[in-house]
C-alpha cells in the first residue's frame, strides 16, 4: 500500500498546448514521455464501491495490466490524499483474491463487481525537480465512457513523488497565471459514475458555514452537472474571510456575484480568475 498526494486541475481542450508550453518554458522541467492508457473501472450493480468513495480499476498501458484500489482520502490544502494499492497483472482480467486484504475484501460481495465505465486518454509526462522536491506533471487528453455515452477528458495532474508537498500549490498557481484552469474535487472515478448513471451527488445549498473545502467540492459538482451554483441559506462568511486572507477578497466578490446572476461553473472556468481563486482559497 502507498499514499498518494496529489493536484488535479481540469482544463478545456484548447488550453492543452498552453500547459504543453508552460512546461517547455520550465528549466526544472524534464520530458519523460507519453503513453496510451486504457482503464477499466469496476463496481457493484448496487455500486457498493461508489457508496464507498473507493475506485477500483485494471490499467492498460502497451502490454503492461496494472489492478489498482484507490479509498475515499481527504482534501488538504487542495490537494487530494488517498490510499492505494496496486498490483501487476499478467492480463486484462481482475483479480478478486488481491483484494482480500484491503478495505474491499469485508464490506463488499467481490463476486459481484463489473465493468462499469472507462476512462481512455493520452498521457504525456514531465519530472519537475525544484526546491529538493520532485513532482511528476501528467497531462491527460482523451475520453471518459459508459455504454454510449462519452464526456471529453482533459486534465493536468501535478504528483508528490518526494520533498514537501508545499510544491504541489506552488506549481499550480504558477499553471493558473497562465491557463484557465479548474481545480477539480472531482475524481475521475466520480466523472465515470455520474455518467454512467450510478452518481447523482446533491449540489443544493446547505444551511448553516460553509468550509472552504466544502465550497470547492460544491463547485466541483456543479462543475460534473454542467450547472451553475448560487450560496441560497449557506453561510459563506468562512469562504470569504480566507480570501480577504490571500488577497482575493474582489475576485471572489465577482465570482459569487457571476454565480448569483446565474453564470455556470464551466462558463466560469473558461476565466483565469475562477482557477485563481480557487488555488488562493486552498493554499489560505
Excluded at 517547455?24 to 464501491?49: Q, V
Excluded at 486534465?155 to 497562465?178: D, N, Y
Excluded at 458555514?209 to 451553475?228: I, P
Excluded at 459569487?256 to 455556470?264: K, N, Q, S, V, Y
Amino acid at each position: 500500500m502507498a499514499e498518494e498526494l496529489e493536484i488535479k486541475l481540469t482544463i478545456a481542450e484548447p488550453e492543452l498546448e498552453k500547459v504543453r508550453e508552460w512546461l517547455s518554458r520550465d528549466a526544472s522541467a524534464d520530458y519523460a514521455g507519453e503513453k496510451t492508457l486504457i482503464n477499466r473501472y469496476f463496481d457493484t450493480p448496487a455500486a457498493d464501491l461508489n457508496r464507498q468513495k473507493a475506485a477500483l480499476r485494471v490499467r492498460q498501458a502497451g502490454d503492461r495490466y496494472i489492478q489498482t484500489l484507490k479509498t475515499r482520502g481527504e482534501f488538504i490544502n487542495g490537494a487530494h490524499r488517498r490510499q492505494e494499492w496496486e498490483w501487476p497483472l499478467p492480463g486484462p482480467e481482475l483479480r478478486l483474491g488481491l483484494l482480500a486484504d484491503t478495505p474491499l475484501g469485508e464490506n463488499v460481495n467481490l463476486a459481484e463487481l463489473e465493468v462499469v465505465f472507462e476512462t481512455n486518454f493520452r498521457r504525456q509526462v514531465w519530472m519537475i525537480r525544484r526546491d529538493d522536491a520532485v513532482v511528476e506533471v501528467a497531462l491527460d487528453s482523451g475520453t471518459v465512457a459508459s455504454g454510449d455515452r462519452t464526456e471529453p477528458l482533459n486534465e493536468v495532474e501535478f504528483e508528490l513523488k518526494s520533498g514537501e508537498p508545499a510544491i504541489l500549490m506552488s506549481l499550480a498557481r504558477e499553471l493558473a497565471q497562465e491557463v484557465s484552469v479548474f481545480l477539480n474535487l472531482v475524481s475521475k472515478a466520480e466523472q465515470g459514475y455520474y455518467l454512467a448513471g450510478l452518481y447523482k451527488p446533491r449540489v443544493d445549498p446547505e444551511a448553516g458555514a460553509l468550509s472552504v473545502t466544502a465550497f470547492l467540492y460544491q463547485l466541483s459538482l456543479a462543475w460534473l452537472q454542467e450547472r451553475g451554483w448560487q450560496a441560497g441559506g449557506s453561510d459563506l462568511s468562512e469562504v470569504e474571510e480566507a480570501a480577504h486572507t490571500a488577497g482575493a477578497g474582489a475576485v471572489f466578490k465577482q465570482v459569487i456575484e457571476a454565480l448569483e446572476r446565474g453564470a455556470g461553473v464551466r462558463e466560469l472556468a473558461g476565466d483565469l480568475k475562477l482557477g485563481q481563486l480557487q488555488l488562493q482559497l486552498a493554499s489560505a
